[in-house]
């Protein structure tokens, strides 16, 4: 079982829309700071300062799929609970429950490619090494 992080948002006026009700891009948003979180929280360096792995550039987003249960406001806070819920070869898929106290407001899943730069500077997904793993459960 992976371990989970909470990222806390206070939610601004300009994160809403003129109903005042945050525009959903930003879930996308929070949710990706979310995914970074939960790695340095795990104790890992920044992806670009990862020494054991030469070329790392991070895990980029290849999928996102959001289901929304409720609206939030400005003025409130809310907390983005993420954890891995599946590792495979050179992808893994986060789980995050975005929650205001008890209330479930939105949960969504990304699919995300473990990847370094190659010789040619382009991108490559590489397996996810072992220690990225066992720091993470």
């Known amino acids: 079982m992976s371990k989970t992080s909470i990222f806390r948002v206070d939610v601004h006026f300009g994160d809403c829309d003129p109903a005042g009700i945050v525009f959903f891009p930003n879930f996308s948003r929070w949710m990706d700071a979310a995914s970074h979180f939960f790695f340095r929280s795990c104790g890992l360096p920044p992806w670009s300062e990862m020494t054991e792995l030469p070329g790392s550039v991070g895990a980029p987003l290849l999928e996102i799929h959001t289901r929304f249960n409720q609206s939030v406001t400005y003025g409130e806070t809310i907390e983005i609970h993420t954890r891995v ?20 407001i939105c949960e969504g899943r990304e699919t995300r490619a473990f990847c370094v730069r190659d010789e040619q500077g382009r991108l490559k997904a590489v397996p996810i090494p072992e220690f990225i793993r066992a720091a993470c459960e």
């Open 85 to 104: 819920e599946a590792w495979r070869n050179k992808v893994f898929i986060q789980h995050h429950r975005v929650m205001r106290g008890d209330d479930l």
